[in-house]
């Protein structure tokens, strides 16, 4: 049974990300309460066709615009959604696999851009826009279980999502005094394109390791991105306005298994 949250009703919801997997469920559980959203993403096709799919569900009032995020000149071209944004998702940008010795330098600071300076940067932006409303404003950002369940073979990851808990749990805890709550979500293996790969094995070695991936999860299965964005609205709603500078894992305890 899906949760209403009367006081988000009409709220103005930027989602960075907002094209694809997680941050198209988030975008479309604010769209399902009566938000007005603004969806921004780097492939303007898709980026389309998240638009056209949220007004045809839902009817609301949605605007967005193809940006790359990891070229922190473009944030400025954003400021047509700032002035009267109440609520900000930063869900853009993803970090890639590999060692320290694995990694790329142009593309570990391309995805680095991406995701973590797009993220303090977009809050910068936003911040005293927010600050200067009665009503304040949220920002959630979604980030990753690897700043928890730190692994070397995921070196960029790990310290990217680091980053931005540290960021938002720095943020969060004086936020509050400008009306503003600042909070993180860390999302686990969640179903999305990005992971179609292990849902859909085309060998008989990536089978076997879908199966003993699968095995070690919890409820034997990946999370949902609905699930995700069901915590993004209670996060952003009245009945969290004592949270702040927190971040919340929804993995159902795998950062925990070993």
Known sequence: MSVTYSDLKNKKVIVTGGSKGIGFAIARAFAAQGCAIRLVARDAVSLE??????????????????????????????????????????????????????IDPEKFRDAWEGKVMSTIFLTRRIYPFMQ?????????????????????????????????????????????????????????????????????PTSDADRKAYENLMKNLPYGRM??????????????????????????????GSRYRY
């Not at 193809?66 to 700032?82: G, Q, T, W």
């Not at 005094?177 to 179609?196: A, C, F, K, Q, S």
């Open 49 to 102: 066709k998240a638009h056209q799919d949220l007004v045809k569900e839902f009817g609301v009032d949605v605007k967005s615009m193809a940006v790359n995020l990891s070229d922190d000149k473009n944030i400025d071209s954003l400021s047509p959604f700032y002035e009267d944004a109440d609520i900000l998702v930063n869900s853009a940008g993803a970090m890639g696999r590999g060692t320290l010795k694995d």
């Open 132 to 200: 200067k409303r009665p009503q304040g404003g949220v920002i959630i950002n979604i980030i990753g279980i690897a700043a928890d369940r730190l692994n070397f073979k995921s070196i960029g990851t790990s310290t990217a999502n680091a980053a931005l808990a540290a960021f938002t749990k720095a943020m969060g805890s004086e936020s509050t005094n400008d009306n503003i709550r600042i909070v993180g979500i860390h999302p686990g293996l969640i179903r999305t394109p990005r992971t179609e790969v292990l849902v859909n």
């Open 223 to 252: 999370g949902e991105p609905a699930e995700i964005a069901s915590l993004a609205l209670f996060l952003a709603s009245q009945q969290a306005a004592y949270i702040s500078g927190e971040v919340m894992s929804v993995d159902g």
